[in-house]
T-cell receptor
Framework: QKEVEQDPGPLSVPEGAIVSLNCTYS??????FMWYRQYSRKGPELLMY????GNKEDGRFTAQVDKSSKYISLFIRDSQPSDSATYLC???????????FGAGTTVTVRA | DGGITQSPKYLFRKEGQNVTLSCEQN?????MYWYRQDPGQGLRLIYY???????QKGDIAEGYSVSREKKESFPLTVTSAQKNPTAFYLC??????????????FGQGTRLTVV
């Protein structure tokens, strides 16, 4: 079993829809949870960063962490064609240098 | 501008040859990483370094080697012992995830193809 599980999709939605992405993990020591966005043939860029449990909102993006269920989510509201990308979840333990990544979910937003 | 620079962007290698991928950062980060990305498998850690002159194997280190002689530089050598080297290679740097605002910054990647 992988340490971080993420459904690779692909996921295709119409413009304006809500995109829901999620990851599950097995390491209860993970404290930091991140979502990266990666456009084709580019390096990933950080979208959202959450410490421990709870919700965080940034514009159209909402990240949720449920440590009791070892489950994290990313929601994209009012999705745009420019949101078409691969979304990777990543997580790490406290004060650790190593990041563990999910496989990435490829999202296409249709105009 | 601060950031991470990977070169070259595309690299072709003949079977049996060693090649070295360059990664330079000017973010003053202590930690640097090399990841390999294959379709449907996400990012897999090859090597990482927390400090100059020290590095650790990641999950898929076989067939790869690294050095960390300077804080800014972390080159990756793909040796002939790596059986399936064709992939997208990503370099990253970070501070430890112990405070607000820390994150891993990625370069734009090097696509290696064995011909």
């Amino acid at each position: 079993q992988k340490e971080v599980e993420q459904d690779p999709g692909p996921l295709s939605v119409p413009e304006g829809a809500i995109v829901s992405l999620n990851c599950t993990y097995s390491n209860s020591a993970f404290q930091y949870f991140m979502w990266y966005r990666q456009y084709s043939r580019k390096g990933p860029e950080l979208l959202m960063y959450t410490y421990s449990s709870g919700n965080k909102e940034d514009g159209r993006f909402t990240a949720q962490v449920d440590k009791s269920s070892k489950y994290i989510s990313l929601f994209i509201r009012d999705s745009q064609p420019s949101d078409s990308a691969t979304y990777l979840c990543a997580m790490s333990e406290f004060d650790d240098y190593k990041l563990s990544f999910g496989a990435g979910t490829t999202v296409t937003v249709r105009a | 501008d601060g950031g991470i620079t990977q070169s070259p962007k595309y690299l072709f290698r003949k079977e049996g040859q060693n090649v070295t991928l360059s990664c330079e950062q000017n973010l003053n980060h202590d930690a640097m990483y090399w990841y390999r990305q294959d379709p449907g498998q996400g990012l897999r850690l090859i090597y990482y370094s927390q400090i100059v002159n020290d590095f650790q194997k990641g999950d898929i280190a076989e067939g790869y080697s690294v050095s960390r002689e300077k804080k800014e530089s972390f080159p990756l050598t793909v040796t002939s012992a790596q059986k399936n080297p064709t992939a997208f290679y990503l370099c990253a740097s970070s501070t430890p995830f112990g405070g607000a605002g820390t994150e891993a910054f990625f370069g734009q990647g090097t696509r290696l193809t064995v011909v």
